[in-house]
């Protein structure tokens, strides 16, 4: 075996796995990365406050949604160049990472995999090119992650579902225009629904003073009252 190929810290010969594609991205990626990310980083995590400017280039990057279907604003690319993407950016920070890993599983995934058609063309377009931010409510104040014990309720209403209840450490949740959350119906079920900022009853106080992901933008989902059109709702 060479010495050119220690030389380049691929131990394992983890890039004869990847496509000549695959490695184009990855190194795109990370020069932005490198060039963008880097040099600013230590300072916004010192203030704990979020680059909300690399949002821009996060989307020019392909970072958001990038395996979602080019129908949708996607690039159409497999999950291991999203995994390569995101492990770039988590070079630079991991609450960079977050906006973004947020932003596509959690958000644009599930819209594309269970939202109507509608849905999709409304959102996802806008979501992948960074012009709305998306945040994902599932942790409960008194529960954390257990969906089992999960407060936060829809109760049917006829042409909409009345949403109250509250979620905390959202990624995103200070800028999110939606938030793809998590309630229980009547009949004690979980469904997911997609709530607009905007909204009368909706608020997302922000998070201060963690100790760690500080350059990430973290904060609350209030619903109080929440009356959310069935036509916006995740089915």
Known sequence: MSKDRFQGHDYYLL???LTDEQKLIRDSVRAWVKQEVSPIIEGYAQRAEFPKHLLKGLADIGAFGPYI?????????????????MQEI?????????????QSSLVMYPIYKYGSEEQRMKYLPKLATGE???CFGLTEPDSGSDPSSMITNI?????????????????NAPFADIAVVWAKNEEGKIKGIIVERGMEGFTTPETHDKWSLRA?????LVFDNVKVPKRKSSS
């Open 15 to 17: 890039d004869d796995l």
């Open 69 to 85: 279907p080019t129908k949708y604003g996607g690039q159409g690319l497999d999950q291991i160049t999203y995994g390569l993407i």
């Open 90 to 102: 988590e070079r630079g920070d991991s609450g960079i990472r977050s906006t973004a890993s947020v």
């Open 132 to 134: 709305m931010m998306g």
């Open 155 to 171: 109760k049917d209403k006829g042409d909409h579902y009345l949403l109250n209840g509250a979620k905390m450490w959202i990624s």
């Open 216 to 220: 990430s933008a973290t904060g609350e």
